[in-house]
């Protein structure tokens, strides 16, 4: 039998692929890439630089950088904070002039219209280097852990914080926050809630931070990476519980869930490339001291495809310099 085709049907061939177009068509037909607003910049705030495995700043050095980002087009930071003095309770966190309190001042100061978002969880003040408060017995203690979570949200707000960010994955501290952040009239502070595989991944930020567990402890509340329902099903009950948008951890191996994610709700999504995806995926050039980023411009190339509203990463700037 033969097949006749018609000018009309080789046109259509033609015109659904423009692989053989110039190059200024496919320019114009390829989909939006990555730029800076896809990115979300990463403070580590200590008190005074120390050899560590991850880049940090200090409140003096904050001006600066939030300046450059705001000039490179990005349009929000992340903020997580330490302190050299620590207790069972990590009461430290709640002072009005805490190290994370005084970071939030000096990104607000220096640019209000940033969006300003806080890390809100305990392992960077407390002894044992934990997420959550544990009880004489070395339990957890939910209960305290989901108190001392909300007053550290409140006090981030307080300061400033446009968004805070519940990081312990223990159930009740997102319902908690949002409600300490209404009855407080904050109402117009989000909540982004951390939801988070367990990975090898962190390590450069515990030994930054002074977030490392105790021997016998662990981050007991993080999802296996093998359960993406489990992870799913997490984010959508922190979302029912009063998150407004949903922070996911380590990026890399969080695009099935996202994916998953975009279909199910509607709520910004913002994947976390961490720490040991920083120093894995990039490197420094011995010559020009620039930093190679082409790998996590492409991971978060993907991200965006997959459905991220933005990226949360170390690289921001560094990216965002290569982009314009």
Known sequence: MTVTTTHS?????????PLRSRPAVRNLLEPQTLTPAD??????VTEEHADSPMPTVTTAEIPAVVRECVALGIRSVKLFAESAER??????????????ARAVHACKDTAPALAVMTETCLCSYTTDGVCYLTDRHGQPDVPSTVRATAAQALAHAEAGADIVGPA???LGTVGAVRSVLDETGHDGVSVMPHVIFWSSLYDG???TMGATPKAGLNREF??????????????????????????????????????????ATRAPLFPFSVSGEYTALTRVDSETGERDVRLLVELFTMLKRAGASASVTYAALDIARQLT
Not at 9 to 17: E, K, L, Q, V
Not at 90 to 95: D, K
Not at 224 to 246: C, H, S, W, Y
């Open 9 to 17: 049907a080789h046109a259509a061939i033609r015109t659904t692929s």
């Open 39 to 44: 990115l979300s910049m990463v403070l580590l």
């Open 87 to 100: 207790d069972a309770t990590g009461e430290i966190s709640l002072a009005s002039d805490s190290l994370m």
């Open 168 to 170: 312990s994955m223990v």
């Open 205 to 207: 930020f515990r030994l």
């Open 222 to 263: 993080q999802i296996n990476p093998g359960k993406a329902d489990q992870f799913v099903d997490t984010a959508l009950r922190m979302e029912a519980a009063g998150a407004d948008m949903i922070l996911l951890e380590p990026a890399q191996f969080t695009a099935d869930v996202l994916a998953t994610l975009r279909r």
